[in-house]
């Protein structure tokens, strides 16, 4: 399902000569970076805080959503892709997502609703609205299909699936002929 890339010899032909080769070389590999002033790559990943990419400054554009969820963010990909001209994006799902079995964290989100200044019922209401756009069931399943579902949107850039694990903060290729 995951491919460790712990040398060169792991990174897919696909990816060789690429910005997502990059990514990997900087990230998994530590390789020496050099100073960039244009970006090269979107990366797309959750806006959990254990996820820390080891990559030059100016190297990525970085879009953080929920679970790694693009839906409603398919104008930002266009707009870079067309008007930055990058061609590259890097899907980042990660393992112990909080957006998966979402149903589950209901109790607790509509009994610490007071942060919010709403009572439980204005909780209740606004998680049962918002709670089916949002839950994923597999970070590693939910990564490949948003990365196929933007692949059929924008059929000219190529788009890579990822997982981080959050305890070798390593990132894995996924095998997406073994995954479905």
């Known amino acids: 399902m995951i ?3 712990k040398s060169k ?3 897919p032909i696909l990816l060789k ?6 990514l990997l070389l900087y990230h998994n590999l530590q390789q020496t ?13 959750c806006v959990d805080h254990r996820i820390s990419l080891k990559i030059p400054e ?12 693009l839906n409603s963010c398919e104008f930002y990909i266009a707009f870079l892709a067309s008007v930055k001209n990058i061609k590259h994006v890097a899907i980042i ?3 112990e997502c ?3 079995h979402l149903h589950e964290k209901k109790d607790i989100f509509t009994q610490n609703c007071n942060v919010l200044g709403w009572n439980h019922n204005q909780a209740q209401s606004f998680f049962e609205q918002f709670e089916h756009q949002h839950e994923i069931h597999n970070e590693i399943h939910f990564t490949l299909h948003e990365a196929k579902r933007l692949r059929n949107i924008f059929p000219q850039l190529v788009i890579f699936p990822f997982l981080y ?3 070798d903060h390593q990132l894995y290729l996924i095998n997406e002929t073994k995954s479905i």
Do not use: D, Q, W
């Open 9 to 11: 010899e792991n990174i």
């Open 93 to 95: 799902g990660h393992n």
């Open 98 to 100: 909080a957006m998966v």
């Open 165 to 167: 694990n959050i305890h």
């Open 17 to 22: 000569n690429s910005p997502l080769e990059k």
């Open 33 to 45: 970076h050099h100073t960039y002033n244009v970006a090269e790559l979107i990366i797309a990943t």
């Open 3 to 5: 491919t460790a890339v």
């Open 58 to 69: 100016k190297f990525a554009y970085i879009i953080r959503t929920g679970g790694v969820n």
